[in-house]
């Protein structure tokens, strides 16, 4: 199974900040990796796929970037709705697991 | 509107078996895959299971082989996911998820989007 490990586990930001999160793969995913935000008691909402692709309707201050074993998520100025939980997956092989998660929180 | 609403949550007893739905509307099911997910109360994601648009391939996560089946009904757009001898390590909210993809045969890149709003099973006695 390719585990994924992500980082760090919570994170505390200002409003306004830039702030990234990264997934690192325990072998080379080829780019198949999504993000997804998930605000409590909600289902999760996908954000970027394949890496680096905006998934449609979500802000452009959300970005990804990545290859190979290590991707990174970055939120460019953090807005207060931007204070929930993040995860990566992998979707290159089965079981697509997924990242433990990475709490935003406010500072 | 894109509407993925999961039911058949509840208490069940371990050992014991239960059978969860999704009906879908608003997206082309039956040319799509689809998942289900869960998540432990306050813990992470867990992909659990996938199945073709034609229900011709099926996937699992290896701790539920052998004890959950993935099917679905096209003529009724919907998913299915029956889980028989629980423990209570299933206790978790169950989404179902469309496996969104590119590319004509919608193996890679592949991502779950939309997302039901989830059905909780606790498995306990």
């Known amino acids: 199974d390719i585990q994924m490990t992500q980082s760090p586990s919570s994170l505390s930001a200002s409003v306004g900040d830039r702030v990234t999160i990264t997934c690192r793969a325990s072998?080379?995913?080829?780019?198949?990796l999504n993000w997804y935000q998930q605000k409590p008691g909600k289902a999760p909402k996908l954000l970027i796929y394949a890496a680096s692709s905006l998934q449609s309707g979500v802000p452009s201050r959300f970005s990804g970037s990545g290859s190979g074993t290590d991707y990174t998520l970055t939120i460019s100025s953090l807005q207060p709705e931007d204070f929930v939980t993040y995860y990566c997956?992998?979707?290159?092989?089965?079981?697509?697991?997924f990242g433990r998660g990475t709490n935003l929180e406010i500072k | 509107e894109v509407q993925l609403v999961e039911s058949g949550g509840g208490l069940v007893q371990p050992g014991g078996s239960l059978r969860l739905s999704c009906a879908v509307s608003?997206?082309?099911?039956?040319?799509?895959?689809m998942s289900w997910v869960r998540q432990a109360p306050g813990k992470g994601l867990e992909w659990v299971a996938n199945i073709k648009h034609d229900g011709g391939e099926k996937y699992y996560v290896d701790s539920v082989k052998g004890r959950f089946t993935i099917s679905r009904d096209n003529a009724k757009n919907s998913l299915y996911l029956q889980m028989t001898s629980l423990r209570a390590e299933d206790s978790a909210v169950y989404y179902c998820?469309?496996?969104?993809?590119?590319?004509?045969?919608?193996?890679?890149?592949?991502?779950?989007?939309?997302w039901g709003q989830g059905t909780l099973v606790t498995v306990s006695s």
């Open positions: 072998q080379s995913i080829r780019s198949y």
């Open positions: 608003g997206l082309t099911f039956s040319r799509d895959w």
């Open positions: 998820a469309r496996r969104g993809c590119s590319g004509g045969d919608c193996y890679y890149p592949n991502w779950f989007d939309p």
């Open positions: 997956q992998q979707s290159y092989t089965f079981p697509y697991n």
